[in-house]
Structure formats: C-alpha cells, structure tokens
C-alpha cells in the first residue's frame, strides 16, 4: 500500500542556478508555496553536499559553467539520488529535451517559471512519493 505524499514542510528544493537572480528568485517563489530551499551556484557544490534527502525536487538550470544540468543530475542519479529533477532553461531546444527525457527530467522555460514551476514540483513530487 502506497503512503501519501510527506507534507510540504520535509520537502526540499534543491535550486541550482549560477545567475544569482534567478537563483534567489527561484528560491523565493519555492519558499512562499511552502518548501525549504538550499540553493547552490553551480553543480559541484550540490555534489560536495553531505546527502540529499529522500523526498524533495531538483530544480537546476541548464547552462553552467562546468557542468550543466543534464550532466549534475546524471552525476546524482549515479550516486544513487532518485528525487525527481526539473531542468530550467532560456533555450529548451530539441536536443535538450530529447536529453532530458532519456534521464526523466521535466523541462520548463524560465519564461515560465512563476506560473508552472510550483505546481510541476509538487506533482514530481508526489509522483516519486507514489513510485517510492
């Protein structure tokens, strides 16, 4: 038997984004729909973190120096990290998206972040909630 999804306040909204703006941006629009956020600059500091938890949502852009987004989440996922993953960017091209469906990450455009991005984390949510 499937248990309901854990309540939004033992979510975490992992947000890795190298423009600051849109970093804190993000961050504020997760806090006011009720998650914790930790928030990063870049990839490699999400993967020094000591653990990632069992419930909550990757939020992560695309374009960063270093690594981009598809390749932090594979890198997670390598790790064994299963919590679901959002891939946000400016340009979702096709061979973007055609990437981020072959590792289950969703897409959203930046564009529509205030309006889509909340409830495409609580749905990713709850679907790994369901899965788990």
Do not use: W
């Not at 939020?59 to 679901?84: C, F, K, T």
């Not at 564009?111 to 949510?125: N, T």
Request: aromatic letters at 6%; proline letters at 6%; hydrophobic letters at 45%.
């Amino acid at each position: 038997m499937s248990q309901p999804p854990p309540e939004l306040a033992k979510q975490v909204v992992f947000v890795v984004d190298d423009d600051e703006g849109v970093r804190n941006s993000v961050r504020r629009l997760m806090e006011s729909e009720g998650f914790e956020v930790c928030a990063f600059s870049d990839g490699r500091d999400l993967l020094n973190e000591a653990s990632v938890p069992e419930f909550g949502c990757l939020v992560v852009d695309y374009h960063m120096p270093a690594m981009n987004g598809l390749e932090l989440v594979s890198a997670l996922r390598g790790r064994g990290v299963s919590i679901p993953a959002i891939l946000i960017t400016g340009d979702p091209n096709k061979y973007v998206r055609d990437r981020a469906a072959a590792i289950a990450v969703l897409v959203v455009e930046k564009m529509h972040l205030g309006s889509y991005l909340p409830s495409c984390v609580r749905e990713a949510i709850a679907k790994h909630a369901l899965l788990s």
